[in-house]
Each structure stands twice: as C-alpha cells, then as structure tokens.
Nanobody, 124 residues
Framework: QVQLVESGGGLVQAGGSLRLSCAAVGGVFSNYVMGWFRQAPGKEREFVAGISRRYTIRYEDSVKGRFTIYRDNAKNTVYLQMDSLNPEDTAVYYC??????????????????WGQGTQVTVSS
C-alpha cells in the first residue's frame, strides 16, 4: 500500500502562482508514473499533467506553458508548479500513482493510489 500526501493548495489572485507537492510513503516511488488531476464542482475529474519513471512529461492543453510537473525521486515527491493561474484553474487537485506504468495514462481509472486532494482557488 502506498500513501500519497498532498500540500500547497490555497487562495491566489489571477496571474499568481502556487506549487503543489505530493509525497509518497511506501512502495518504490521511482517505479511509478505520477499524475496530477483536478475536479471542479459538478465536473468530471480531468487529467492535468503526468510524468513517467523515465521523465517523459505530458500536459493537458489548457495548462501547457503555465504548469510544470517534476519529480524528485530522492525525496519521493512529485510537484506541480502552477504559474499564470486563472479562475478556470479553480478545482480540487489530486496526485495519483500508477504502479509499474511504462507510459503516462490520461484516465483516472488507470491509477492505483490517490492523494487526499488539495483545494486551489483562483480569484478574478
């Protein structure tokens, strides 16, 4: 069993920045594909960004050029740096781990472990 602990959410004005962190406890972190998803009220959970164990990276189109995903295997932690935030980014953000994945999956059902979620609110 792997536990994922998220932090870094908060309230920020449009144009501002936040950095989300997700620390993994248990398992072999370097073997996981890590992803970030978000869910706004009344909407489905959607893929935001992912990074494979070989550091391949994928982003949802609306966050390209604004968000950066990276991982530090020595710290068992994946990060999501969010810049130029806009109100459409407001959601609960979840990190997720795909055990033994060879590539990045875009569907939430492909991930095995989930963080507790952290609220990101962007005011206009």
């Amino acid at each position: 069993q792997v536990q994922l602990v998220e932090s870094g959410g908060g309230l920020v004005q449009a144009g501002g920045s936040l950095r989300l962190s997700c620390a993994a406890v248990g398992g072999v972190f370097s073997n996981y594909v890590m992803g970030w998803f978000r869910q706004a009220p009344g909407k489905e959970r959607e893929f935001v960004a992912g990074i494979s164990r070989r550091y391949t990276i994928r982003y949802e189109d609306s966050v390209k050029g604004r968000f950066t995903i990276y991982r530090d295997n020595a710290k068992n932690t994946v990060y999501l740096q969010m810049d130029s935030l806009n109100p459409e980014d407001t959601a609960v953000y979840y990190c997720a781990a795909d055990q033994g994945g060879r590539w990045i999956n875009f569907s939430a059902r492909d991930y095995d472990y989930w963080g507790q979620g952290t609220q990101v609110t962007v005011s206009s």
